[in-house]
Nanobody
Framework: QLQASGGGLVQAGGSLRLSCAASGRTLRTYGMGWFRQAPGKEREFVAAISWNGGSTYYEDSVKGRFTISRDNAKNTVYLQMNSLKPEDSAVYYC?????????????????WGQGTLVTVSS
């Protein structure tokens, strides 16, 4: 089970750090991703990281502002979000992919967390 946390209300230009912790399963061998879904929109890819953290990939609109990282010893994946914009407002989901690599395709992910709400005010 994946548990996402760290969401909240922040002003534009502010920062948040999301965490995704696993219980009952080790994330050490999984590629991990963050996705988001705004009201009325489809869930979209945000960032992904390989099993050992050696490779990362970002959606263009978050490059240079968001950083995905992981601590396999803590069984946790993070998404540091800086310079937040109102258009970043969404429910953010973490997901695990058994192929271990960097994957941007939603359907490739095997396990999903419940989501955490991020609201960025202008």
């Amino acid at each position: 089970q994946l548990q996402a946390s760290g969401g909240g209300l922040v002003q534009a230009g502010g920062s948040l750090r999301l965490s995704c912790a696993a219980s009952g399963r080790t994330l050490r061998t999984y590629g991990m991703g963050w996705f988001r879904q705004a009201p009325g929109k489809e869930r979209e890819f945000v960032a992904a990281i390989s099993w050992n953290g050696g490779s990362t990939y970002y959606e263009d609109s978050v490059k240079g502002r968001f950083t995905i990282s992981r601590d396999n010893a803590k069984n946790t994946v993070y998404l540091q979000m800086n310079s937040l914009k109102p258009e970043d407002s969404a429910v953010y989901y973490c997901a695990a992919d058994r192929t271990s690599g960097v994957v941007a395709t939603l359907s490739s992910y095997d396990y999903w967390g419940q989501g955490t709400l991020v609201t960025v005010s202008s």
